[in-house]
Antibody, heavy 119, light 106 residues
Framework: EVQLVESGGGLVQPGGSLRLSCTAS????????MNWVRQAPGKGLEWVAN????????DYVDSVKGRFTISRDNAKNSLYLQMNSLRAEDTAVYFC????????????WGQGTLVTVSS | SFELIQPPSVSVSPGQTASITCSGD??????VCWYQQKPGQSPVRVIY???RRPSGIPERFSGSNSGNTACLTISETQAMDEADYYC?????????FGGGTKLTVL
């Protein structure tokens, strides 16, 4: 059974940092592009970042470029999101998700971890 | 920047057909996916590559994409289909979601 389990969320002050983790099981993690998608309270989905199977390619939504860094450790079946210079508008549930294949969309999602940026 | 526009809400009676649209510039030249999200749950992919249905998704879910508009159609809508629905496409290497449509089954 495919499982994606996020962790690392919590309350952080504006300007602070947080590192999210996503631990994968039930599939060959190193074969998949991985993504972070977030959802602000009561709002819609927003794609945040993605990373290629070997970590050689990464991309970000404009609003987090220069502040967030996506990375992965295939030996640990883990995906990460380092979030620096956090703002109130970064408050959201952060989901990790697998890209099912070329143009196939996100086929597996974790349960999400809540990040709250507030003083 | 590339945007996907969805109606905020759609209502349908049980047993009828619901159609949710997603509009974007020259959208027919991009692959579109659709996701269902129920309150407190993670999204579930219901359509990918415009009109393909993942295993386990009921046949009453179908998709199309032509011109500037993609459409998710739910035939014989059931109460359990009440949820938020999001379209998604790619703009180069980045991903874009529509704003979401709340489907109410009354």
């Amino acid at each position: 059974e495919v499982q994606l389990v996020e962790s690392g969320g919590g309350l952080v002050q504006p300007g602070g940092s947080l590192r999210l983790s996503c631990t994968a099981s039930g599939f060959t993690f190193s074969n998949y592009w991985m993504n972070w998608v977030r959802q602000a309270p009561g709002k819609g989905l927003e794609w945040v970042a993605n990373i290629k199977q070997d970590g050689s390619e990464k991309d970000y939504v404009d609003s987090v470029k220069g502040r967030f860094t996506i990375s992965r450790d295939n030996a640990k079946n883990s995906l990460y999101l380092q979030m620096n210079s956090l703002r109130a508008e970064d408050t959201a549930v952060y989901f990790c998700a697998t890209l099912g294949g070329v143009w196939s969309g996100f086929d597996y999602w974790g349960q999400g971890t809540l990040v709250t940026v507030s003083s | 920047s590339f945007e996907l526009i969805q109606p905020p809400s759609v209502s349908v009676s049980p047993g009828q057909t619901a159609s949710i649209t997603c509009s974007g510039d020259q959208l027919e030249h991009k692959y579109v996916c659709w996701y269902q999200q129920k309150p407190g749950q993670s999204p579930v992919r219901v359509i990918y590559q415009d009109d393909r249905r993942p295993s386990g998704i009921p046949e009453r879910f179908s998709g199309s994409n032509s011109g500037n508009t993609a459409c998710l159609t739910i035939s014989e809508t059931q109460a359990m289909d009440e949820a938020d629905y999001y379209c998604q496409a790619w703009d180069g290497s980045t991903v874009v979601f529509g704003g979401g449509t709340k489907l109410t089954v009354l």
